[in-house]
């Protein structure tokens, strides 16, 4: 396959990748001395939380509070849970299978809301040249995937579901989207596993393909999450966050076309492939509910099985007891 046709997934995957490093670097001095009165928000490329910024909707709603915002941009959730829990930023969100690494490590992080399901924005991805025409072919194969990653839950239940186990592939093990997708292109592994946007971007390019999305497997939720001493503190403000958060949601899941031209720019990612990713989601911040426990703890004990979690973890112990939406 040519290298020139993954110019464009190329340019965003770097781009995530030096938000990363940059995201290593905040204002560590600053961030403490302006504490009381700066909300420091971490993000990742295509959420609700991204429209948000673009909107400068919550800026407007704390200046008469003499609350100021920062945004810091991540390259996934791992990374920016760890930011959380060392308390480099205050409130952000990550996907499922993020967030119960988190819990499994100790660290000291809340859910506070979730958003809808959104299966479509997760999936396999495969080159045509390939060959592979079902998650069976996988069988023997090298799979690209992150240990935590939401779309390795998908390649887990995806393996079971074609009647293969974990132990049936051989995974290569990336700390980004941009690895991922480095060895698919050099066919060092025959599949990767992706997230929206990468997932739409790659499924743009000549030559590869969604081999399995998670429709019917994962329900892929992001949840919003703190940690319990911030939350405790400063709920009000958590409550204005979540209120700005619904409005921006509200005009999302009915501009996919504007959704796409904001961010476009604000992200450097192809509009018709925001466009894509938008259309297949619904933004829309919900409580934890019993029901989205339960999804939780399911992939918490399937992760658990694979030896990749060392303990059994009791999900509800991390979800906030207090409402903090509006």
Do not use: C
């Not at 909107?55 to 930011?83: C, D, I, R, T």
């Amino acid at each position: 396959m040519p290298a020139r046709a993954f110019s464009p997934l190329r340019r965003l995957l770097i781009g995530g990748l030096l938000a990363s490093v940059a995201s290593t670097l905040l204002p560590w001095s600053q961030a403490l001395a302006d504490e009381a009165r700066t909300l420091r928000i971490g993000y990742q490329k295509f959420n609700s939380i991204n429209i948000l910024k673009g909107s400068g909707a919550l800026e407007k709603a704390l200046a008469p509070q003499g609350v100021k915002v920062s945004w810091h941009e991540f390259a996934a959730g791992p990374q920016l849970l760890e930011a959380l829990s060392t308390g480099a930023i205050d409130l952000g969100h990550a996907a499922d299978a993020p967030s119960v690494f988190a819990q499994a490590a100790g660290k000291p992080v809340v859910y506070l809301a979730a958003e809808q399901p959104y299966p479509r924005g997760i999936g396999l991805v495969v080159r045509e040249q390939d060959h592979l025409a079902s998650v069976q072919d996988l069988k023997g194969k090298r799979v690209a995937t992150g240990r935590g990653w939401n779309a390795q839950y998908l390649l887990a239940v995806a393996l079971e579901q074609a009647g293969l186990s974990y132990q049936d592939i051989t995974p290569a093990y990336v700390n980004n989207a941009a690895d991922a997708v480095a060895a698919l292109q050099s066919g060092s592994v025959q599949a990767v596993t992706l997230w929206d946007p990468f997932l739409a971007a790659a499924e743009s390019q000549p030559g590869l393909k969604n081999l399995r999305d998670g429709s019917g497997l994962s329900n892929n939720r992001t949840f919003y999450l703190s940690t319990a001493s911030f939350a405790d503190q400063h709920r009000a403000l958590l409550k204005t966050f979540f209120a700005e958060l619904g409005k921006v949601s509200q005009w999302a899941n009915a501009k996919p076309a504007e959704v796409a031209a904001l961010l476009a720019p604000q992200l450097g990612i192809n509009a018709n492939v925001l466009q894509v990713a938008s259309e297949r989601r619904n933004y829309n911040a919900v409580a934890i509910t019993p029901q989205i426990v339960a999804e939780q703890q399911k992939l918490a004990d399937t992760f658990q099985g694979l030896g990749l979690i060392p303990r059994k973890l009791q999900v509800a112990d991390a979800v906030y007891p207090a409402s903090v939406l509006p």
